[in-house]
């Protein structure tokens, strides 16, 4: 069936509202099912039309000999290049060179260790060197390092286990607040009440900015009208729609004034990659099943190498970690989707912080709103005064003489 939008309409053309309708039969489940349409707030439609009607334009004739206009495209061409310095770090080489096994504690300088492994051109160069009657003692330090670390069985395959060590609860810690904040966003949106209440209010505002045109009888509207509130000027061009709703809520609901200071979470969200969540734990997932393959090709170079016995209690403790992070991942993309098609969006379409972003913005301009309505009455008031005192002066006396009212002026301004 067609929706069709309660209330009057406007008697005058209006400024349009430019919102994308959300069809009848997509609203099941979204935040438009569970607000309350039959019953309309009471609003000021009159004042509405005086501020928002649309002024009529007269088409001015194209100049013929009027040059066409000229787009500039600025590309940013700079592209940013990861160069590592690690190397050039003296206390780096040092610890290579000495064979410190402290270095072992440092996730950046055990992943530093792996490109300095020796190749088969320097593997070859060495034996040729030692066939030919060279001497171990002789060798500088960093040929001796590539000489001594060769005889280890899977030094590659090794150093990446110590990456994989201490790399692991980094990613960890990176992926639980993200999933966290994220979660809980997702619950602020859905759970308030607020919320409800306001889209109510732009619901019922839109639909009768919009009367008599194509746009009228809207259901449900898209995230994207929220950003077009400010967009939509008075017919003086002093003021936005947004800024009557903003002054709407103050005399009406002011309990909706403090929805911004509610959503901080939602806030956060939108700062946050869950594509870069979700390839953190992929990367997880694979480096666990690297190092389970390759912990069943290692065996213990001489007594002292207690690397398996050690990585195998790693990877063990990993995969309980990993097996909870997938569970919250999963929980997590479950609200995610469910929270999008709540406000009328499709999860294939809008990305996690683009959904939030919409609410965030919304929210940084509404409060914006509220603090120039605040200022713009204090100015009012201000010049309000003004005019008294001069009018209160011009009838009682005609024009002041002198200065002996300033103070009594000064006193009433500064009120």
Not at 114 to 136: M, Q
Not at 217 to 232: I, R
Not at 316 to 324: F, G, H
Request: with cysteine; glycine share 6%; aromatic share 6%.
């Amino acid at each position: 069936p067609k929706f069709v939008a309660k209330g009057p309409k406007p008697s005058m053309k209006m400024k349009g509202y430019q919102w994308t309708k959300i069809p009848m039969n997509q609203l099941e489940n979204t935040i438009f099912k569970e607000i309350d349409v039959d019953n309309l707030l009471k609003m000021d439609y009159k004042g509405i039309e005086g501020v928002f009607a649309a002024k009529v334009i007269k088409k001015k004739e194209k100049d013929p000999n009027a040059a066409p206009p000229r787009n500039q495209q600025l590309i940013d061409g700079t592209k940013n290049q990861n160069i590592s310095i690690l190397l050039s770090r003296t206390e780096i080489i040092n610890a290579i060179l000495s064979l410190d096994s402290t270095v072992f504690d440092d996730l950046e300088i055990v992943k530093s260790l792996v490109p300095l492994l020796p190749g088969r051109e320097d593997l070859a160069s060495i034996k040729g060197y030692l066939d030919s009657g060279g001497s171990v003692d002789a060798m500088a330090n960093a040929e001796k390092f590539c000489h001594e670390i060769s005889k280890v069985p899977f030094i590659a395959q090794r150093l990446q286990g110590f990456v994989f060590k201490l790399q692991f609860p980094i990613k960890e810690a990176d992926i639980n607040p993200g999933i966290e904040t994220v979660s809980a966003a997702c619950k602020q949106l859905m759970g308030s009440e607020k919320l409800k209440n306001l889209f109510r209010i732009v619901l019922q505002l839109g639909n009768f900015i919009n009367g008599g045109t194509f746009r009228a009888n809207c259901p449900g509207f898209q995230l994207s009208a929220m950003s077009k509130l400010e967009d939509v000027k008075s017919t003086d061009g002093e003021t936005t729609l947004l800024h009557w709703l903003a002054t709407y809520i103050q005399e009406n609901h002011k309990d909706l004034l403090t929805i911004s200071g509610e959503m901080e979470k939602v806030k956060l969200a939108c700062r946050i990659s869950v594509d870069t969540i979700t390839l953190d734990l992929k990367q997880l997932s694979d480096a666990v099943a690297s190092l389970k393959e390759t912990l069943t090709e290692i065996t213990p170079y001489n007594s002292k190498d207690k690397h398996k016995e050690i990585m195998e209690v790693t990877l063990k403790e990993s995969e309980k970690k990993l097996l909870r992070l997938r569970k919250l991942h999963k929980s997590l993309q479950d609200q995610i989707s469910k929270a999008t098609k709540f406000f009328g969006e499709d999860p294939k379409k809008t990305k996690p912080d683009e959904l939030f972003k919409h609410f965030a913005d919304f929210f940084d301009r509404f409060d914006r709103a509220i603090k120039d309505n605040e200022r713009k009455k204090r100015e009012a008031e201000r010049e309000r005064k003004r005019a008294a005192i001069k009018k209160k002066q011009v009838k009682g006396r005609g024009v002041v003489k002198g200065r002996a009212n300033m103070p009594d002026l000064i006193g009433e301004l500064a009120l």
